[in-house]
Nanobody, 128 residues
Framework: QVQLVESGGRLVQAGDSLRLSCVVS????????MGWFRQAPGKEREFVAA????????DYTNSVKGRFTISRDNAKNTVYLQMNSLKPEDTAVYYC?????????????????????WGQGTQVTVSS
């Protein structure tokens, strides 16, 4: 059973930076493509960023390009989301997710249906 545990969310001011972490257990992390999604109150869950198992492929939603960076440390079984220049519209619960694709597929998918394991989420609140 794959488990994902996010951390790092908190209340910050607009313009601040924050780094989210997601620790993965129960599966060989270095073989897993990973993603970050978020859900704001009253809105549907949306894609934020993704990184392939090799780290060679990344993808971002347009609204965070140039501000957010996804990375991974396979030695620590951890995927990170560095968030800079935060805006109030970034306020949401952030979820990390593990891709269902086999090791042979090195991808950074923006589709939630690509992911079959999800963390419990961490709240990020950006005040104006």
């Amino acid at each position: 059973q794959v488990q994902l545990v996010e951390s790092g969310g908190r209340l910050v001011q607009a313009g601040d930076s924050l780094r989210l972490s997601c620790v993965v257990s129960g599966r060989t992390f270095s073989n897993i493509n990973m993603g970050w999604f978020r859900q704001a109150p009253g809105k549907e869950r949306e894609f934020v960023a993704a990184i392939s198992w090799s780290g060679g492929n990344t993808d971002y939603t347009n609204s965070v390009k140039g501000r957010f960076t996804i990375s991974r440390d396979n030695a620590k079984n951890t995927v990170y989301l560095q968030m800079n220049s935060l805006k109030p519209e970034d306020t949401a619960v952030y979820y990390c997710a593990a891709d269902r694709a086999p090791f042979s597929v090195d991808r950074a998918s923006s589709y939630s249906r690509s992911y079959d394991y999800w963390g419990q989420g961490t709240q990020v609140t950006v005040s104006s």
